[in-house]
Structure formats: structure tokens, C-alpha cells
């Protein structure tokens, strides 16, 4: 196991060609080392990888568990998710935890079984049934009667929701070394769907929308898509199991961030607006400028009131980088605001900085990522809560004043 920060390499010992595969996954980086095996040092991304008995994991800096880096994906994706979602989150072994996850909501999900709904289907038929499609009939099938192109509603459970469920179910009976019982149960389910399309690995996710008949499918719908988004199982050089969950965690705090952020300050009727487009200089004949998106604007009667933006990193002695004062510096002048938030997933205490011969103040906040999923979501609130009454404005924010 490394930790992300990591800088001292740990041995493995693999043939050329599996180092060559873990390498192209890109959570670690392995080199031959002189006294035989390889070295793997972390790229900065987190997750796992396993080849047959051999298990690369790499855990965050805050050193958090597995559930909450599936709950911060599972929230940034949809922020109905729940932690309670995620029912193997308990498991050690990450690949197990995905796997049991999947085998326990799905197994709810069919408790009565699979839904079905109609689907819109164009088939060749040597019988009329529905609309004839008249154009593809002429163009496929001049001068003949049979077969007939036609289009119709057919009532099946071939649909997406499970489609999705069914592929991952797919994807995690691909994976290697899971308990026989485990392996047992996922398959009955996988029978379950007989008839079911499976998606192709790459394939996007059907769309579908929640309604009364799938609602009790939502837990389950959530941890597949999780599962299809980030987890990846194929047979490797010598029939070998290669699989990996890899995610870059400092996208994962950003979205996450984002995603809460905007359901606070929303749930207060408030509006925030992620990735606002920013120009920092004045028009150049060639209309070469230098842009910028910032994280998260807050809106105060249709233009920028103050400036979010997201930072995984840790602090150095209770320090952070110089450079993310003078981006929100830069944030704020272009933005003509005078407060912004650097958010950082790291513990500490919170620190307001105002900027000397200016009207700007940046505020450092830490967010601990080792707290439980619901102190999480409380600690964005507070800090909504904290926003909305600044009175970096000249007075406190009211529901009158922002848009």
C-alpha cells in the first residue's frame, strides 16, 4: 500500500509486460530496480490495482477509507447519493467493497424483480407491427414487400435501468479473487436479467430519468454508475485479470465541492455558477486574452458577488502556496469582487487575509476529508451559512440582495 504523497518506492516483482500494463494505467510509475524487480512511486492519482495475487493500492494524503472516496463520487455524480449507499464500504480490499456494494443493492433492487417499460424499437419484421418507416423501406428494400421496417413500442425489461445494472454486475464478476459466495450471488442476479442488454466497456451510460416505478432501483442505479464510471476489469498478456479503480482526487474534491457548494447556497435560495469563464486583461488586437474559469461564482443580482475555488493539497507548517493568494487576487480584481474562499482538503483552522491596498480578503478554509460523509455536508453548509452573511459588502447579505 502508498500513500499519494509517497516518495519512497515500494518493490514489486513483475514480468516486463504486466509493468508495461500497470505503467499505461497511470497510478503508479515502475522502473526496473538494480537489484531485481521493479519500484513503484504514486503519480498522483489514488485507487487500485490487482493482477492475479498481486494488489498496488494508493490511498489519499487525509488517509481516508475507502467509503469516502466513493461517497465524495457518488455525491459530485448526484447529490442524492447517500453513504448508506454504499453497502461494502466496510471491506478493506477496495475491489471486494465495490463488488459486495453492487451485490447487496441490486439484490433489493429485485426483490420483487426487474422493472420493465416500453422501449422504442426499429426492427425488420416479415409481419406488420406498428408504423411502417416508409423512407428506410424504399432506401434498404426497393421493389420487395418483405421484410418490412417498422417501428414499435415494445413493452420488456430490456431497459436503461437495467441495462445498467446488469452491466455492472458485469463488470464486477470480472473481477479477480472475489469470495466464492460473493462470485455465487452476483451471478444469480446476473441470471435475474436474463435478456438484458450489456453495455460495452467505453459505452455511454443510457439516460433515465426517476419516476415512481424506479424508485426503489435509485440506491442500486447509483452505485452501478459508479461502478461503470471508474472501475475497469479485462483479461490481460496470459489470460491474467487485470483490474483497476483509479480517480484523480483533486478533481474528485473540486466536483465536489462544486456539487455542494451549489446545493447549499441553493437550498437557501441562493444561485452560484460553476466554472464562470473570466478574462483577466483588456481586449488585444488579436483577441489573444488571458482567460480563466473559476470553481464557483456566487451571483448577486445577475453578476459576481465572491469567488470559490478548490484546492487538494496540504499545508506546510499551516502555510499554503503563495501562488493560490495571487490567483484569487486575480479572481477578484477581474471579477470586480472583494472576498473569495480558497477551499483546501486538509484539517486546521480557518484564516481571513486582506490583502494590503485593496478592498479584497481571501479566506483559507479547510475541509476535512476524514470527517464522516455528514459532517461533510454540514461543514459546506456552515460555510454557506458563513458566506451569505459577510458584510465584506458594506452590509450582510440578505435574499433581497442576492439573485
Not at 417498422?150 to 464478476?173: C, G, H, K, Q
Not at 486574452?289 to 506546510?316: E, I
Not at 502556496?321 to 471579477?335: E, G, K, R, V
Request: charged fraction near 25%; include cysteine; glycine fraction near 8%.
Amino acid at each position: 500500500m502508498l500513500d499519494e504523497l509517497e516518495r519512497v518506492p515500494q518493490r514489486v516483482f513483475v514480468d516486463p509486460s504486466t509493468a508495461r500494463k500497470i505503467a499505461g494505467l497511470g497510478l503508479v510509475t515502475i522502473t526496473p530496480a538494480w537489484e531485481g524487480g521493479m519500484d513503484l512511486l504514486p503519480t498522483g492519482r489514488v485507487g487500485a490495482i490487482q493482477v492475479e495475487d498481486l494488489l498496488i493500492e494508493v490511498r489519499p494524503k487525509a488517509r481516508v477509507g475507502l467509503d469516502r472516496i466513493l461517497f465524495l463520487l457518488g455525491y459530485a455524480a448526484d447529490p442524492g447519493f447517500r453513504p448508506d449507499d454504499l453497502a461494502g464500504a466496510t471491506f478493506d480490499d477496495l475491489f471486494s467493497a465495490l463488488a459486495e456494494s453492487v451485490a447487496r443493492q441490486v439484490e433489493r433492487a429485485l426483490t420483487l424483480g426487474p422493472i420493465s417499460g416500453y422501449v422504442r424499437v426499429e426492427e425488420a419484421l416479415r409481419s406488420v407491427r406498428g408504423r411502417i418507416r416508409v423512407g428506410e423501406q424504399i432506401a434498404r428494400h426497393p421493389g420487395m414487400l418483405l421484410p418490412l421496417e417498422m417501428t414499435f413500442d415494445d413493452y420488456t425489461a430490456d431497459i436503461p435501468e437495467n441495462r445498467i445494472l446488469r452491466s455492472a454486475i458485469r463488470r464486477v464478476r470480472g473481477l479477480p479473487r472475489l469470495a466464492p459466495d460473493l462470485s455465487r450471488r452476483l451471478g444469480h442476479l446476473d441470471a435475474k436479467l436474463d435478456g438484458v442488454g450489456v453495455l460495452a466497456p467505453g459505452e455511454p451510460l443510457p439516460a433515465w430519468h426517476p419516476s415512481r416505478l424506479n424508485a426503489h432501483y435509485l440506491p442500486s442505479l447509483r452505485i452501478a454508475e459508479l461502478v461503470l464510471r471508474n472501475l475497469s476489469s479485462e483479461a490481460g498478456i496470459g489470460g491474467q485479470t487485470i483490474a483497476s479503480f483509479i480517480v484523480d482526487m483533486a478533481k474528485v474534491f473540486e466536483d465536489f465541492v462544486t456539487v455542494a457548494l451549489r446545493v447549499e447556497l441553493g437550498n437557501r435560495g441562493y444561485a452560484a455558477q460553476a466554472q464562470y469563464p473570466i478574462v483577466l486583461d483588456q481586449p488585444q488586437p488579436d483577441g489573444n486574452q488571458v482567460r480563466m474559469f473559476a470553481d464557483v461564482v456566487l451571483m448577486a443580482k445577475g453578476r459576481p458577488a465572491g469567488v470559490f475555488d478548490a484546492k487538494y493539497k496540504a499545508s506546510w507548517r499551516g502555510s499554503y502556496s503563495n501562488a493560490d493568494q495571487y490567483q484569487m487576487l486575480a479572481y477578484c480584481t477581474a471579477l470586480d469582487v472583494r472576498i473569495a474562499w480558497l477551499l483546501y482538503a486538509d484539517s486546521g483552522v480557518s484564516r481571513a487575509r486582506r490583502i494590503v491596498n485593496t478592498e479584497v480578503s481571501v479566506n483559507e478554509v479547510p475541509i476535512d476529508l476524514s470527517r464522516s460523509p455528514s459532517e461533510l455536508l454540514a461543514s459546506i453548509g456552515d460555510l454557506a451559512k458563513v458566506v451569505l452573511s459577510s458584510d465584506e459588502w458594506g452590509q450582510p447579505l440578505t435574499r433581497d440582495s442576492i439573485a
